[in-house]
């Protein structure tokens, strides 16, 4: 291995140990929100997935239109979360709002019909292989963020909120909401991370 590409390893492999999951974000963003949306965007477009269908799908929302997001949430919680119970769910919204913005993930079901249409053979994993590419999308956005200094965590309100969203941005039909990450400033540090036994996870044959 040369010594360039061994230092863009190890860099790699130091950027996924510092990448964490950040509870406490704040909007107190160094970056201009120009460069963020080009950052996601660059992620995006270089993760791979399952014959370079490019399913993956974005909505990246910032400011008020983040915390839009997060209100139709918790008025859609409080249609199921009962009374006594609210509050608590409540402050959990109140702490996604708090981040600078947040990154809606879809899959594109218009792409994945179309593959299992012409590759009928293969009909059964696109959905898979889908997932597949929205999970690889989702780490490419966090790893990149990360690198910015830029804390994330990544929630499913789906598909709680498909409809509202959908709605409110005038999302495609085709496109099915998979996750969202908010992002912002660190606030407070993530809290340790512990591993599982090598020897539980892992089997190497010579």
């Known amino acids: 291995m040369t010594g360039s590409v061994q230092e ?4 790699f492999l130091a950027l996924a140990k ?6 406490a974000l704040g909007n107190r963003l160094t970056l201009a ?4 949306i080009e950052t996601i965007k660059e992620a995006v477009r270089q993760a ?3 014959f370079n269908s490019q399913s993956s799908r974005i909505l990246i929302l910032l400011g008020q239109e983040h915390h839009r997001f997060w209100e139709l949430t918790r008025e859609q919680l409080r249609k199921i979360v009962p009374p006594e119970n609210f509050q608590g769910t409540s402050d959990k919204i109140d702490g996604f709002a708090a981040a600078a913005g947040s990154v809606l993930f879809f ?11 012409q590759f009928a053979s293969y009909a059964d994993n696109f959905p898979v292989w889908s997932e597949h590419s929205t999970g690889i999308t989702q780490y490419a ?21 498909d409809a509202d969203v959908q709605r409110t941005w005038n999302i495609p039909e085709s496109w099915l909401l ?8 660190i606030n407070a540090p993530a809290g ?5 036994d090598d020897n539980a996870r892992f089997i190497i044959a010579r």
Do not use: C
Not at 33 to 36: A, R, S
Not at 178 to 185: E, K, P, T, V, Y
Not at 192 to 196: G, P, V
């Open 192 to 196: 340790e991370k512990t591993y599982m």
């Open 48 to 50: 791979p997935s399952a």
């Open 178 to 185: 998979r996750g969202h990450m908010n992002f912002g400033s």
């Open 18 to 23: 510092n990448r964490r999951t950040v509870y």
């Open 8 to 11: 863009h390893a190890e860099g």
């Open 141 to 161: 956005v966090w790893l990149a963020l990360t690198e910015k200094g830029i804390g994330a965590n990544l929630q499913h309100y789906n598909p709680l909120v």
């Open 33 to 36: 929100e120009d460069e963020i």
């Open 107 to 117: 899959e594109d079901q218009q792409v994945i019909k179309g593959l299992q249409e």
